[in-house]
């Protein structure tokens, strides 16, 4: 069983609200597509991802993951949710550096 937190600083707070809802979206099929890359369905017993925004003096986006292998799978849960994070990270900036880019 692992969990992952991790909060991205978006320096972008003139998004749209169709577009904060698209990044969120955007993180969380990242996290769970590395995740079914390195696993099975049959290797995953619970998986939850939650992207929440936070509205702050910047815009924060926070990217939960709590994952849960049955006992027999041998995987290092937590790298797995970093990577998975990680990757989210990457195609976010990404994202935000294409939408910066149509102004």
Not at 65 to 79: G, I, K, N, S, T
Request: no cysteine; net charge negative.
């Amino acid at each position: 069983m692992g969990e992952g937190k991790r909060v991205i600083h978006i320096g972008l707070p003139e998004l749209s609200e169709d577009q904060l809802v698209e990044i969120g979206e955007l993180a969380q099929e990242v996290v769970i597509k590395h995740v079914f890359d390195a696993l099975n369905k049959s290797e995953v017993k619970d998986i939850e991802v939650t992207a929440r925004i936070n509205r702050g003096e910047t815009l924060d986006l926070e990217i939960e993951v709590y994952l849960e292998v049955p006992v027999f799978v041998r995987v290092d849960v937590d790298a797995l949710i970093d990577e998975a994070v990680e990757k989210a990270y990457a195609a976010v900036e990404k994202r935000l550096r294409e939408i910066a880019g149509k102004d």
